[in-house]
């Protein structure tokens, strides 16, 4: 408010407070001092030197002083709270609640002495002072929002760029020099010498960018309710998800959590799966590379709802790396049924459906003669007993290794290559 903007009426009594709260600055300044290091053992808000407690509060009394007596445009506080809340990590309610505790204190002193001396005002006059400083404080409160939300955006932004380096780093392959990943993890207030394990998660289909908040949202809760401290890297596009979440935390396990949190909704259309544990976070790249091939078997197997650990794809995760390997698996042992679509999947359900021939039959809906003449021709051109363990294990494999084939011509072809999706 501007002085030609003050009725003349106003402006005296305005004048009247003004001087009196720079008369009274330092006395003010003290009860607030009390009042506030009284609140910070209490536990209510961070405690604060008094000192410094001191210097905010005249700051701010002699900025409502100016205001009350029209000297042209609210100043700016020299404390810089807001800034310093941000960087600290707090919330940011203690970024305001000292000009709150402030505003009660200087009000408190306006109606007490309002009334007394020689220049006593009228109600109607109190009525506009506490108006008026209610709008000044109200400004201060702003800016020391603004302060911290301008502060908070810097930061987030700072951090989720030394994350995303820190896993690209970590997922790249190469070995990773320990105190480089050491010293950035400290950058972000993260210790990296605990054990730390990689999520990650797929939507399908491609999410719109409320659905993708809604299930972020909800991986996220589960994340932070294994970890408070909330001790996480994590790289996101819409979609898919890698995080790499600290182990040593007391309570649910991460996997029990991510399981309950698949349990609805997220679990109709969330891919999740999970690496080895590391020793650290410098040793933690394995996880990340683990985590998003155990998920890539997962979209592959169609296995949404429910969590894949990297110990339940094993061998899948080592075909998909080794070519060689599976092209030698699939030539040697099923490569007379590849143009034979109709004799895989008779093998596949023959197999999963533990050899029992009826069942087989159930499940592919043809007659038990006809599953029993497929596993003859499976027979003869394979050259396996179909009622050995040992041949049967040797075919199973052959079919990870061919699905394995399938999975990685997906990937070149941009399907499912979640690394490049990541970090592109």
């Not at 020793?279 to 949404?304: F, M, T």
Request: negative net charge; aromatic residues 4%; proline residues 5%.
């Amino acid at each position: 408010m501007a002085p030609s903007d003050t009725p003349t009426a106003v402006a005296e009594p305005l004048a009247v407070v003004a001087r009196n709260l720079d008369s009274a600055s330092t006395a003010l300044a003290n009860e607030f001092v009390r009042q506030y290091v009284s609140a910070a053992e209490s536990g209510t808000v961070d405690r604060q030197a008094p000192v410094e407690a001191f210097d905010m509060a005249v700051s701010a009394i002699g900025v409502c002083s100016s205001g009350l007596a029209g000297d042209g445009p609210i100043g700016e506080l020299p404390s810089g709270r807001g800034s310093r809340v941000a960087l600290q990590g707090r919330s940011v309610v203690e970024a305001v609640e000292w000009l709150r505790l402030l505003e009660r204190v200087v009000t408190d002193h306006v109606l007490a002495h309002a009334g007394t001396g020689a220049e006593g005002i009228g109600l109607d006059d109190i009525r506009a002072v506490l108006g008026r400083l209610a709008e000044l404080f109200d400004v201060l409160c702003t800016r020391e929002l603004e302060s911290f939300t301008s502060t908070y955006n810097e930061l987030a932004g700072w951090q989720a760029r030394v994350s995303t380096d820190l896993l690209s780093c970590l997922i790249a392959g190469p070995a990773v020099d320990a105190s480089t990943v050491n010293d950035q993890a400290r950058m972000l207030n993260i210790n990296p010498h605990q054990p730390f394990r990689a999520v990650a998660a797929y939507h399908d289909p491609v999410p719109t960018a409320q659905q993708w908040a809604r299930v972020r949202r909800r991986v996220l809760e589960a994340l932070w309710r294994h970890d408070p401290r909330r001790e996480i890297l994590l790289r996101e596009r819409r979609g898919v998800l890698l995080a790499l979440v600290p182990l040593d935390r007391p309570g649910p396990g991460l996997v029990p959590l991510l399981t309950e949190m698949l349990d609805g909704e997220p679990g109709r259309s969330l891919f999740v799966s999970a690496g080895e544990p590391a020793k650290s976070l410098s040793a933690a790249g394995h996880s990340c590379r683990q985590a998003l091939s155990a998920l890539e078997i997962s979209i592959y197997r169609d296995q949404r709802g429910q969590v894949t650990q990297c110990t339940d794809v094993i061998l899948e995760v080592l075909l998909a790396h080794n070519r060689w390997v599976s092209n030698r698996l699939i030539e040697t042992r099923i490569g007379q049924l590849v143009e034979k679509p109709h004799l895989l999947d008779t093998l596949r359900v023959y197999i999963a459906c533990d050899m029992a021939l009826q069942r087989t039959a159930e499940e592919l809906l043809v007659h038990p003669n006809t599953v029993a003449y497929r596993l003859r021709q499976i027979a003869t051109l394979t050259g396996r007993d179909m009622r050995r363990i040992t041949d049967i294990g040797d075919l199973n494999v052959a079919l990870m290794a061919y699905d394995a084939i399938q999975m990685r011509r997906d990937r070149e072809e941009a399907r499912t290559d979640l690394r490049a999706r990541l970090f592109a």
